[in-house]
């Protein structure tokens, strides 16, 4: 079983940010968070990692809370290509990855 | 830099045939990964290699499913035979292991139906 949950879906308005929160409360002092997305009929597409400091990239930013129990992926300003299911992984060392259903990202125009 | 490659994208059988996958990780990349994804699924480890060694195939239905990556870099999967519920998408992913945290980087994926 995945050791997190995330809503089911979410709806985001196109230019606004997008807040994707997991929730990960048996989460291992050495495991890192995780997020991937999967576009309609691609492979999951690497988004961000990180252990316990907020990480940002070119793509998102994840803010992980002082207990570590939950995170939140948040893509600055979506697009219309944004659009995807998001998955939120906990994994020690980039491995034995197991997948919830993740939460469906509707960006609407 | 090239990424995950797998072929065929679609295959198309009936029941109790044979179907083989291919999949050639990004170059110089250690690791490498099956999963199936059912529709509507997040996807499931089916096997992870280290170069050309089995690491976990806790997953694998063995009695039906069989992979092997001869030279430590491409990889085939097959089922033989098919079952009905053997329809999912099949993805590749690799990882370069440089120790550390690792991030898998996967392929566009097989689609399977078995009619």
């Known amino acids: 079983d995945a050791k997190t949950t995330q809503p089911t879906s979410m709806d985001c308005a196109e230019g606004r940010a997008a807040n994707l929160p997991c929730n990960h409360s048996?989460?291992?002092?050495?495991?890192?968070v995780y997020w991937y997305r999967q576009i309609h009929s691609q492979g999951p597409q690497y988004i961000i990692h990180?252990?316990?400091n907020n990480e940002t990239n070119e793509m998102a930013s994840l803010i992980i809370t002082e207990d570590r129990k939950s995170s939140t992926l948040i893509l600055p300003h979506a697009t219309l290509r944004d659009t995807a299911v998001y998955y939120c992984?906990?994994?020690?060392?980039?491995?034995?990855?197991?997948f919830g259903p993740g939460t469906r990202l509707s960006v609407l125009p | 830099e090239a990424g995950v490659a797998q072929s065929p994208r679609y295959k198309i059988i009936e029941k109790r045939q044979s179907v083989a996958f291919w999949c050639n990780p990004i170059?110089?990349?250690?690791?490498l990964y099956w999963y199936q994804q059912i529709l509507g699924q997040g996807p499931k480890l089916l096997i992870q290699?280290?170069?050309?060694?089995?690491?976990?195939d806790s997953q694998l239905p063995k009695d039906r499913f069989s992979a092997e990556r001869l030279k430590g870099v491409d990889s085939t999967l097959k089922i033989q035979p098919a079952k009905l519920e053997d329809s999912a998408v099949y993805l590749c992913?690799?990882?370069?292991?440089?120790?550390?945290?690792?991030?898998?980087?996967f392929g566009p994926g097989t689609r399977l139906l078995v009619l």
């Open positions: 992913a690799s990882s370069p292991s440089l120790g550390g945290q690792e991030t898998q980087y």
């Open positions: 048996t989460i291992s002092g050495n495991e890192y």
């Open positions: 990180g252990l316990k």
């Open positions: 992984i906990v994994s020690f060392a980039g491995q034995n990855f197991v």
């Open positions: 170059s110089g990349h250690a690791t």
């Open positions: 290699f280290q170069n050309n060694g089995v690491v976990d």
